[in-house]
């Protein structure tokens, strides 16, 4: 149990937060039990979170990917009851680490002193606001007015705080996300804290109920040699053998798919979208048009040629380097690393594989030496298990 007896100074923000809390009720916020006033101060009476501030454990330790996740998934749902609320949306307009507080694998937001009731007008409150510089949105800051998604704003600030104090790289989907949910525009950003969590579950490759999805790979060569291409096709062809579908999707500036439907008689087009033989299948290169129609349900194998820009909506990345000795290798300045990563030596050699991981500080994995990428051998299918293992772990 948490008691705050208030004199004149705080008495105010005490006040608001007891009105606040009496209206909200559900996981990750703090109950309250009495409040009480009268001329000279007020009592506040609820329920006490032990744990420490998120602001506090950062400052110390390194986050997973799935701490970061799962702290930004909780604190989503939070502000969700409270945009939700029945009375009409509740605002927390003071959304930073500090009010944060971890227990395990509880999560509790605190501190209702700032939050304020929208009005049930529609119209933008007109109030003093008290943010905090750098989590609280441009237009709290500027026009003192505020609304729903002034809250998904600072979620995203948080999100971006979290992201530089974990040990994994922020997966191209999620930059995209909290570069629309940090957005200058309100009007910009996601609707609803709702949206926003299922935008990042989507970004993250998560399911609701918690397990991973595999939804789009993006292969990209570091030199126009490097074998990108074929080890596009050999994935997809991995991913349809041991019973994932699984569509080739080119990216790359050369027409792959209709190369292959000129010259591999093999090769079966169904209409105009899709070609098909055996355990390969692709979508039909048709231009920019092709992002604006909807791809069949699958996983996408992305053939990025050497852009890595073609990857903005990946999940997981992988980078192709080609062995030959006369060429130089290095993946791009730009390149991201981390768990949901791979670095492909094509073909494999050992000594070269190990100075390429000690130069990088990350595992290299060796592609073994393949002369058709349409055939699944043994060879292959083991090493995608393990690489397909990894980059899901």
């Given at each position: ?21 009496s209206k909200l009720c559900g996981q990750g916020i703090p109950a309250l039990y009495d409040a009480a006033e009268d001329g000279n101060s ?208 080119n990216r790359s500036k050369t027409p792959v798919t209709r190369y292959l439907a000129k010259n591999l008689k093999a090769l079966s087009q ?103 990428p349409f055939v699944m051998t043994e060879e292959k299918e083991r090493f995608f298990k393990e690489l397909q293992r990894e980059l899901l772990?």
């Amino acid at each position: 149990m948490k008691i705050a007896v208030a004199a004149d100074e705080t008495r105010g923000q005490i006040s608001n937060e007891a009105r606040i809390l009496s209206k909200l009720c559900g996981q990750g916020i703090p109950a309250l039990y009495d409040a009480a006033e009268d001329g000279n101060s007020v009592c506040l009476i609820e329920e006490y979170i032990p744990g420490v501030s998120l602001e506090s454990f950062i400052s110390e330790h390194s986050l997973s990917g799935q701490e970061v996740f799962s702290i930004i998934e909780k604190t989503a749902d939070i502000l969700s009851i409270m945009h939700t609320s029945p009375g009409g949306p509740i605002l927390y307009l003071d959304l930073k680490p500090e009010h944060l507080i971890m227990k395990g694998e509880r999560l509790c937001l605190i501190d209702y002193g700032s939050a304020r009731r929208m009005p049930k007008s529609g119209n933008n409150p007109d109030f003093v606001i008290y943010g905090t510089y750098g989590y609280t949105a441009p237009e709290c800051l500027s026009k003192n007015r505020a609304g729903i998604e002034s809250d998904i704003y600072s979620l995203a600030m948080v999100a971006r705080e979290l992201y530089r104090h974990s040990k994994s790289p922020m997966p191209p989907k999620i930059a995209a996300l909290l570069e629309r949910a940090g957005h200058p525009d309100p009007g910009k950003r996601p609707e609803s804290a709702e949206q926003f969590k299922k935008l990042w579950q989507d970004g993250h490759g998560k399911r609701k109920n918690g397990g991973l999805l595999f939804e789009n790979a993006a292969v990209i060569g570091a030199a126009p040699t490097s074998g990108a291409t074929h080890f596009a096709i050999a994935l997809t062809v991995y991913l349809n053998h041991t019973g994932q579908r699984a569509y080739y999707r080119n990216r790359s500036k050369t027409p792959v798919t209709r190369y292959l439907a000129k010259n591999l008689k093999a090769l079966s087009q169904k209409g105009d979208s899709l070609l098909k033989h055996a355990d390969f299948a692709a979508i039909m290169d048709r231009g920019p048009a092709a992002e604006k129609i909807k791809s069949p349900p699958g996983i996408r194998v992305t053939d990025c040629g050497t852009d890595q820009n073609a990857a903005f909506d990946s999940d997981v990345i992988i980078y192709v380097l080609g062995s030959c000795p006369w060429r130089e290798i290095a993946l791009p300045n730009d390149a991201i690393l981390g768990s949901r990563t791979a670095v492909i030596l094509n073909p494999r050699k050992r000594a070269l594989g190990i100075a390429v991981s000690k130069a990088i500080g990350q595992k290299v994995w060796g592609f073994p030496p393949d002369d058709d990428p349409f055939v699944m051998t043994e060879e292959k299918e083991r090493f995608f298990k393990e690489l397909q293992r990894e980059l899901l772990s």
